[in-house]
């Protein structure tokens, strides 16, 4: 019973262990962006710091192998249950230590879980266990572990729990295994109460710490946004805040600011109207991205317009703006418009398994900070959305800030260009992000900017119209390279655009 109940801890404590490591991968990749390298660069010190564990648990002595690793598992359910919440807390209201808390944190849990399993097998051959029955059976149940979570933490834990809620159930879990070992080995342990108090604390103030993760959340969110939050929540795919002050409500994804009320219309009129005033005949247009229905409001403003199919990844975000009443005023009910579809699916799938035709196409993505949006914009991304584009229609791409990004901004054009497609490049200024670009592409090569628009409008007219397609010499178009999947340029240039602005 006790070898029986040591081996299935190594299940647990697998589990656990990966899943602090996962936790901090997706909360470093949240909060800093580019994916690939917080989670390589997490992965790694993890690896190292129980490869560090593995090789301090040999000065563990014999007598105190089965202690020690209770004592251990405390302090893993303790650190590792409060890691997610204390690093948010953290970068909410100390942004600057934020990344040398992230890796110590990761670096002290790796030497601790690194300890765990050489300690259990220590205590499974004190109990005289075949040597290769034991390592059998240690490793199996570890590998066993890390399958689980693996496959639990991104389709259920992350996207119903939370980070920082999931982090206390791994805690929970931590703490859960050293009061049953303590239980189960209780006549070898000296002293057991004092050990069996300490998990028992441990327990208890971690599930307490479950219970208010919400409101922990929302404080630490509160000190990152600073205005009242009236909506948060954790997607499979990305974290979604609505906040508002006074009449201004904003969209943050991922703690990167999508929209404000107050001039969202700027944003929204120049990446619709330039292309749609230029299509009277148009009937059927595709938006990619744009889950808010802002987009789509602009699209319905004109009457020509029969159909429109929105295709969006995220369920919650088109749900959250198909229901919640305030969004739902400031979109004007556009994703619930009979003429409207939506779909939830990755929009280069879609792509290939349709063979649709649109007239006009609008790409209203996030900007490219990772690999995973970066590969929307791509060649191959755009060389299949020219297939669904009509031979006398146009696209439109939101193409982040030609002022601070112009290398990203200027790629987004070449890659166009590589993909096959003619480009006007123009920009507009909106004052919550400053100077903001978009590159109007089609098979056809006579575009002219519109000198008059038919339908209302608050900020375009052919002034403004003209002005967006002239850009001044801090803008010019400068030497660009284009977007291919297997390198990504586009990633790292505006992964270094962003850098130089922010110093």
């Known amino acids: 019973m006790r070898d029986r109940t040591l081996v299935l801890s190594v299940l647990i404590v ?49 007598e105190d192998v089965l202690a020690r690793f209770i004592d251990i598992e405390i302090l893993i359910g303790l650190l590792g249950g409060i890691s997610a919440a204390l690093l948010f807390v953290v970068f909410a209201w100390l942004s600057a230590p934020f990344r040398t808390a992230l890796y110590a944190m990761v670096f002290v849990l790796g030497v601790l879980v690194g300890m765990e399993i050489p300690l259990v097998m220590r205590v499974l051959n004190t109990r005289r266990t075949a040597f290769s029955e034991l390592v059998s059976r240690v490793l199996t149940f570890d590998y066993l572990g890390a399958l689980a979570v693996s496959l639990v933490f991104p389709l259920v834990l992350a996207p119903r729990l939370g980070l920082s809620r999931t982090g206390f159930l791994f805690g929970m879990l931590n703490a859960g295994v050293a009061l049953v070992t303590i239980h189960i080995f209780r006549d070898e342990l000296k002293p057991v109460m004092s050990r069996m108090l300490r998990a028992s604390l441990v327990l208890v103030l971690l599930a307490g710490g479950f219970l208010a993760s919400g409101r922990l959340t929302h404080w ?38 999508q929209f404000s009320s107050r001039d969202e219309h700027r944003y929204h009129e120049a990446l619709v109207h330039p292309v749609l005033q230029a299509l009277p005949w148009a009937r059927r247009v595709l938006v990619i991205g744009g889950g808010d229905g802002l987009a789509v409001r602009e699209i319905l403003k004109h009457k020509n317009i029969e159909h429109v199919t929105l295709v969006d990844l995220d369920p919650a975000m088109t749900t959250l703006f198909s229901r919640s009443e305030p969004l739902v005023a400031l979109n004007q009910g556009s994703l619930k418009d009979a003429r409207v579809q ?148 586009l990633v790292h240039d505006f992964e270094q655009d962003w850098r130089n602005v922010i110093r």
């Not at 993505?365 to 006398?392: I, Q």
């Open 220 to 257: 630490a969110e509160r000190g990152m946004f600073g205005d009242e939050i009236i909506h948060s929540e954790s997607t499979p795919y990305q974290r979604l805040v609505i906040t508002r002050w006074k009449d201004d409500m904003r969209l943050y994804i991922n703690g990167n600011l």
């Open 342 to 489: 939506v779909v939830n699916a990755d929009a280069a799938q879609w792509m290939e398994q349709h063979n649709e035709m649109f007239d006009a196409i609008i790409v209203d993505l996030p900007d490219p900070s990772n690999f995973g949006l970066g590969k929307l914009y791509s060649v191959p991304m755009y060389k299949l959305m020219s297939h669904h584009l009509a031979e006398k229609g146009y696209a439109v791409v939101q193409s982040t800030s030609p002022y601070f990004a112009p290398r990203s901004f200027w790629d987004i054009d070449a890659t166009l260009r590589e993909a096959g497609l003619h480009t006007w490049p123009y920009h507009a200024y909106v004052p919550s992000f400053g100077e903001w670009g978009f590159i109007l592409a089609g098979k056809r090569d006579d575009y002219t900017p519109p000198t008059r628009y038919t339908v209302p409008l608050k900020f375009l007219d052919a002034d403004s119209t003209a002005l967006m397609f002239r850009f001044p010499a801090d803008m010019a178009p400068r030497e660009a390279r284009a977007n291919r999947l297997n390198e990504q340029s």
């Open 14 to 62: 697998a589990s656990c262990g990966l899943g602090y490591e996962l936790i901090a991968g997706a909360l470093s990749s949240y909060l800093l962006g580019d994916s690939i390298l917080q989670f390589s660069s997490i992965i790694g010190c993890y690896l190292f710091a129980m490869g560090v564990g593995s090789w301090l648990s040999r000065y563990v002595k014999d």
